[in-house]
C-alpha cells in the first residue's frame, strides 16, 4: 500500500491510499508541508504495525528540508522498524532543548505511562498554571485509554505541543496517541451487542455517546467528560481514528458537534488527537 502524504495535517483528514494493494507500506511524505502531533505519531504507527506483519516499509521524505528535519528532530526516524528504507535527504545536526513545549515521539508502555504523565503535567502547567492541570485530565484519559484498552504488542506513540500563539495569535496545546490495538469497534463489541455497531462509523458514533463502555466496569464516560476540560469560551477539537472511521468532536462551550464519516484506509488500532485553546 502506498499513502501520500500531502500539504498539512494529512492523516487527520480522509486519506486515500493511492495504491491500496496489500504489500509493501510506502509512506510517501514528498509534499507533506506541516506534521502535526497525530501525524507523527501515526507515521510511526502504521509503520511499526506493518513491520509486525512482516511487511517492507519505505519512507519517502519531505522535500521541504525544513519538514524533513522537523520528522527527524521529532524522532519518528529513529521510531521507525529498523529495517525501514528511508529515501531522501535528512539534515542530522544538532537539536535546540524544546523539552518545554514539544513532546517527540514517545514509545508508550504500561510502565513507562507515569514518567509521560510527568513530564506532559510539567509542561502543560509551565505555560497555563492551574488550567495546564485541568487539560492534563484530559491528556491522562487519551493515555490511560491506550494504555488500557488499546494495547498491543507493538504497542502506542504519542506526541505533543504546546502552542504558544506567538506567530498564529491562537495558543493551545495538541496531544495525539496512535495505538495499535484491538480498535473501537472490537473493544465495544465486548459489551455490546454486535447489531449496534454495525460498522466503526457506527462504533465511533457509540463511544462519544455517555456511559459507553466496552468492559463491565463502571467506566465510559472518559470522551465524554473531556469537555469539562475546556474553559468557557475555549475551544476543543477531539478526533478519533479506528478501522475505516473517522470522528471529529468540535466543542464551544456547552455545544458539541460531532461528525462520523467512512474513511477508505483502515487503521489498526485507534487513533486520538485532543488540540484545546483557552480561548
Known sequence: MRIEL????PLLRRLCPVEPEAGPLILDGQRLTFASPLDLAAIVALARAAGSRGDKVRLITPRDHNVASYLERLD??????????????????????LSDRLLEVTHLTPDGADRLGERMGRMLTRHYGDLGRRYFA??????????SH??????AFVAAQVYTGATSGLPGIEFAVCDT??????????????????????ALETALEPGVTGTQEVRGHGLNDLWRVVPKGGLARLQLRSGKGLASVVGRGDSRRPTCVSADVDVAGTWASLRIHPY
Do not use: C, K, Y
Open 150 to 155: 488499546g494495547w498491543s504488542g507493538v504497542g
Open 181 to 202: 490495538g484491538i480498535g473501537v469497534r472490537a473493544h465495544l463489541g465486548h459489551n455490546l451487542a454486535d447489531d449496534v455497531l454495525v460498522d466503526d462509523v457506527a
Open 76 to 97: 519518528v526516524i529513529s521510531s521507525l522498524p529498523p529495517d525501514t528504507d528511508v529515501v531522501g535527504d535528512l539534515q542530522g545536526g544538532s537539536r535546540m532543548d
Open 138 to 147: 484530559g491528556v491522562g484519559e487519551l493515555i490511560d485509554n491506550a494504555i
Open 6 to 9: 500531502v500539504g498539512r495535517r
